[in-house]
C-alpha cells in the first residue's frame, strides 16, 4: 500500500529540505530555477514505488526524483513535482493503479 501526499505551493523551506534528501542533478536544476507549484510525495515498498514512478511520469508532465531516507531496502519515497494540475493528475492514476492492485490482490 501506498502513502501519498500532495504539497501545493510548498514553502522554500520545504524545497530546501528535500533539496538535501535528493541526489538528481537535473530535478536539483528544475526546483532551484524558480517556483515550484506542486509537490507529490508517494511512499511505498520498492517494486511499487518504480512501478509508481514510471505510471506517474507517463501520465502528466512532471518530474520524478527519488527522495533519500533512511531505510531505503524496504520503504523508498518519490517525489512528484511540476504545475498543480499535471501533479494532481499523476498523483490521482497512481492512487487509481495502486487502489485496484490492492483489490486485485484480495
Same mark, same amino acid.
Given at each position: 500500500m501506498? =502513502?501519498i501526499?500532495?504539497? =501545493?505551493n510548498p514553502? +522554500?523551506?520545504?524545497?530546501?529540505?528535500?533539496?538535501?534528501?535528493i541526489?538528481?542533478?537535473?530535478?536539483?536544476e528544475?526546483?532551484?530555477?524558480?517556483?515550484?507549484n506542486?509537490?507529490?510525495? !508517494?511512499?511505498?515498498q520498492l517494486?511499487?514505488i518504480?512501478?509508481?514512478?514510471?505510471?506517474?511520469? +507517463?501520465?502528466?508532465?512532471v518530474q520524478?526524483?527519488? !527522495?533519500?531516507g533512511?531505510?531505503?531496502?524496504?520503504?523508498?519515497?518519490?517525489?512528484v513535482?511540476?504545475?498543480t494540475?499535471?501533479?494532481?493528475?499523476?498523483?490521482?492514476?497512481v492512487? =487509481?493503479?495502486?487502489e485496484?492492485?490492492? +483489490?486485485?490482490?484480495?
Amino acid at each position: 500500500m501506498l =502513502n501519498i501526499k500532495i504539497i =501545493n505551493n510548498p514553502s +522554500k523551506s520545504t524545497i530546501r529540505l528535500l533539496l538535501r534528501k535528493i541526489s538528481d542533478k537535473q530535478v536539483k536544476e528544475y526546483l532551484n530555477d524558480g517556483p515550484v507549484n506542486s509537490v507529490g510525495l !508517494i511512499q511505498g515498498q520498492l517494486a511499487e514505488i518504480i512501478a509508481a514512478a514510471d505510471i506517474a511520469e +507517463k501520465s502528466s508532465d512532471v518530474q520524478i526524483a527519488e !527522495i533519500a531516507g533512511s531505510c531505503p531496502q524496504h520503504i523508498t519515497m518519490i517525489g512528484v513535482f511540476g504545475e498543480t494540475s499535471s501533479v494532481e493528475e499523476s498523483i490521482k492514476v497512481v492512487q =487509481n493503479w495502486s487502489e485496484n492492485t490492492t +483489490k486485485n490482490k484480495k
